[in-house]
């Protein structure tokens, strides 16, 4: 088996989308985490995936059946990025001067490059994290350019020029 220290630098180089999974809990509070995992997984019917770390606070509040929102960051949005990934203790938690509207009953953050809404379907082992599959009952797609994350920076996606 190779060690953490390799792992780590291998899957480093992988440029992964930059987005904050929200939740909303009974009594109306905000919750939300940056997670760079998230993915499609199927197109019929439509399904996304991400996963949370075990002990993530998130976690604990997108059981099956819940509602979970995923904003899909924009480039101008690291700040967003860099806040939503680290724990806060305050009274308002991570949306502490934050911006933020409710969208199908979910916190949405405005301004994203895209946004989807559903319903976690199951968790899936993963070792040291979760996976969670979410059954897409709302989408908005922009044009805006995405935030993505690769070698521990933060950056854009930027098309190649094809050779005729």
């Not at 509040?61 to 806040?83: D, T, W």
């Not at 990934?85 to 001067?97: E, Q, T």
């Not at 009953?105 to 993963?126: C, F, K, N, Y």
Request: aromatic letters at 6%; hydrophobic letters at 40%.
């Amino acid at each position: 088996m190779i060690d953490r220290e390799t792992f780590v630098e291998l899957m480093s180089g992988v440029c992964a989308p930059v987005t904050v999974v929200t939740a909303m809990t009974a009594d109306g509070r905000p919750h939300g985490s940056t997670v760079s995992s998230f993915a499609s997984l199927s197109l019929d019917p439509p399904l996304v995936s991400f996963a949370l770390d075990r002990g993530s606070g998130l976690l604990a509040r997108l059981r099956p059946g819940g509602r979970v929102g995923v904003n899909i960051l924009a480039a101008h949005q690291q700040e967003l990025a860099s806040a939503f990934a680290r724990p806060h203790r305050g009274p308002g938690g991570k949306f502490d001067g934050v911006t933020w509207t409710v969208r199908a009953g979910l916190p949405h953050l405005p301004g994203s490059a895209g946004w989807t809404a559903g319903r976690v379907e199951r968790h899936v082992d993963g070792g040291d994290h979760v996976l969670l599959v979410v059954g897409v009952e709302e989408a908005e797609p922009t044009a805006t350019a995405p935030l993505v994350y690769a070698r521990r920076v933060f950056g854009t996606h930027s098309g190649l020029a094809v050779a005729s």
